[in-house]
């Protein structure tokens, strides 16, 4: 038994149901993570809630519900089987010390099995619920609220901390237990005894009951408020109740992967997964760049890239068109329109940068190819060393190695990556603290201190100036911004002497809660390309004795209260340089007194 059910339908479901259970509904944050460098991406819907399930009190109140758009690329060499997918998005409904496990797991099942909601039967549901560990003890409670439900025992199944543990988001914050709830897609009636393992019962939705966080030494300790949240993969769900074969066949990834099908000129037995490869990847770049990811060497940018050129190895195999992303930017925009309009106001953009690349790419392959041919044996190492320096992705240098009449090894390539990856880890640990689970004393100096460099930026600069993105960690703060040159010596020393001064004053930071239309007549900005619900949070840094507002912006996370004391030091922009068309980068430091 199967039930017809679109993207959109699920969407107003979801958000409809909570919504009458006294939900705020949210709008989708950014795939890019506001203030947190310990992950590139936002990988789920609680990623952007992080300092409200700390404890910072959320403008739109204690129970909230929304559709998150989110990256992964963990399971990168996944991609092209029946159920990973690169951008996905989340259905997710929060409780910040509101509500807990009791009725969190009772609304599950009401929205899974109730008439007017999906009407799922129970005989095809099954649920998973944590072991226990040293750590954290057994989740009874849950198991025992299932049965209460209707659950049979026999459909209730305990695993581990790899099952059912979730979080942190990145390497520290709020984590816990979960219960994880599996429909049955086989075509036989579902076993009376629930096996996990069995590829057709699939996981469509998990409820985390976020009691704990992890520290910054690795320990797991109790919050002092539980939260809960939860999260239905929107297109794995799709699939399972639409008894569809793949997340290829679902209304928000079939009409990409149709078009593209349709140019390609060439069939081998690698071209469903060529074009599974090339739908997954062009989907999430075009999501990246949406949202201002710019193609690089580094970060985020560098996987932007890696996957762009995975895409243009698939439709180079599939022999497509060099044009083949001109129409799939404005079929994807089409697919979304009127979900993440993005994608339609930034497709002129898109298709340019993803032609820069592709220019890029055949530079690339020209000279990777004709490195190959004067080494007279390949290994994974130099495929490695290829791919690292040169960006040639090891399809590829596996197919100029059959050309030679040898093979190469992908575990040595792959025992290569990892030896970077685990370098990579160990000499950027530093770098890579702080975030929005940290609410240190440093991290929350430099998180108000972008407010300032940001009003400054502003007051020299002009108004066009607006935050594109920023990355804290102990030791400095990294702020981008829109401007379409390099900053004179004199603008830079006007934007740090403004700081200076302001860091003199008797300055106060308040937060206020307000009607979003009320804040942004009062003057509130915000980050470029951010949306935000209908009540929010705005910060104000005023002088105490004149009243004169120095900044106003939409935020969230933890700012220091008062800046002469709390900031007591010299700011210094240590570096100034371009990222990309129209984007400049800050690097800035507070040199504590």
């Known amino acids: 038994m199967t039930r017809t059910i679109t993207s959109t339908e699920l969407r107003r479901l979801f958000q409809r149901f909570f919504v009458e ?19 590139l991406f936002t990988t789920a819907g609680m990623h952007p809630l992080v300092p409200y399930l700390l404890g910072e009190p959320h403008p739109a109140g204690t129970r909230l519900v929304n559709v998150q758009k989110c990256v992964r690329t963990g399971d990168i060499d996944a991609i092209g089987d029946d159920t990973h997918l690169t951008f996905f998005e989340m259905l997710g409904n929060w409780s910040l010390g509101d509500y807990f496990r009791d009725d969190a797991i009772a609304w599950s099942f009401e929205l899974l099995t109730g008439s007017q909601w999906l009407g799922l039967p129970l005989d095809r549901l099954a649920v998973t619920c944590f072991a226990g560990d040293d750590e954290v003890p057994r989740d009874s409670a849950s198991a025992e609220r299932w049965t209460a439900l209707g659950v049979p025992a026999e459909r209730i199944a305990f695993l581990g901390r790899d099952d059912n543990w979730w979080g942190p988001a990145g390497q520290t914050g709020p984590c816990g ?7 049955w897609v086989g075509d036989a009636p579902a076993p009376r005894a629930f096996e996990p393992r069995d590829p057709r019962w699939v996981e469509i939705w998990n409820d985390v009951f976020m009691g704990y966080t992890k520290t910054a030494s690795g320990d797991i300790e109790p919050l002092p408020r539980a939260n809960v949240d939860t999260g239905m ?33 060439t069939s081998t037995k690698s071209s469903e997964r060529d074009l599974r490869v090339l739908t997954d990847h062009a989907r999430a770049t075009m999501f990246m760049l949406a949202d ?14 890696r996957l762009l050129r995975r895409c243009f190895l698939a439709a180079r195999r599939l022999g497509m068109p ?39 790419f055949d530079r690339a392959v020209g000279q990777g190819t004709k490195l190959v041919r004067t080494i007279a044996k390949l290994d994974g190492k130099i495929a490695f060393d290829l791919f690292q320096t040169h960006g040639i992705p090891f399809e590829l240098t596996l197919e100029l190695a059959e050309e030679q009449g040898t093979t190469i090894d992908r575990e040595d390539f792959n025992t290569e ?4 990856r685990a370098l990579s ?68 020393d006007r934007v740090q002497a403004i700081v200076n001064g302001w ?37 104000t840094i005023v002088d105490r004795e004149t009243g004169d507002v120095v900044s106003r912006e939409f935020c969230g996370g933890p700012h220091v209260q008062q800046i002469r004391s709390d900031l007591a030091g010299q700011f210094r922009i240590a570096r100034e340089h371009g990222i990309a068309a129209g984007i400049r980068r800050i690097r800035a430091v507070l040199e504590l007194r």
């Open 503 to 539: 860091l003199a004053r008797d300055l106060v930071v308040k937060r206020a809660t307000m009607p979003q239309d009320e804040a942004r007549a009062l003057g509130a900005i915000g980050a470029f390309g951010d949306k935000y619900g209908d009540t929010v949070s705005v910060y």
């Open 177 to 183: 237990p979960d219960t994880e709830m599996f429909y």
């Open 425 to 492: 880890r160990t000499t950027s640990s530093g770098a890579f603290s702080g975030g929005l689970a940290d609410h240190s004393d440093a991290i929350i100096r430099y998180h108000t201190l972008t407010h300032l460099l940001h009003a400054a930026l502003r007051e020299v600069l002009g108004d066009h100036v607006i935050q594109r993105g920023s990355n804290i960690t102990h030791d400095r703060l990294r702020f981008d911004f829109s401007h379409d040159r390099a900053l004179s010596t004199d603008e830079l």
């Open 233 to 265: 993969g929107l297109e794995r769900t799709l699939v399972a109740l639409g008894g569809l074969r793949s997340v290829y066949e679902v209304d928000t990834v079939a009409p990409l992967y149709g078009e593209l099908e349709r140019a390609a000129t």
């Open 292 to 305: 201002g990811v710019v193609p690089s060497t580094k970060d985020r940018g560098s996987i932007a890239r």
């Open 21 to 39: 259970k006294g939900h705020a509904r949210l709008p989708s944050a950014s795939l890019v993570p506001a203030n947190d460098p310990t992950v």
């Open 417 to 420: 990556l990892e030896r970077h």
């Open 322 to 360: 060099r044009d083949w992303h001109v129409p799939a930017v404005g079929t994807l925009a089409t697919v979304f329109d009127g979900v993440y309009p993005e994608l339609g106001r930034h497709a002129d953009t898109i298709r340019r940068v993803i032609d820069d690349e592709r220019e890029r």
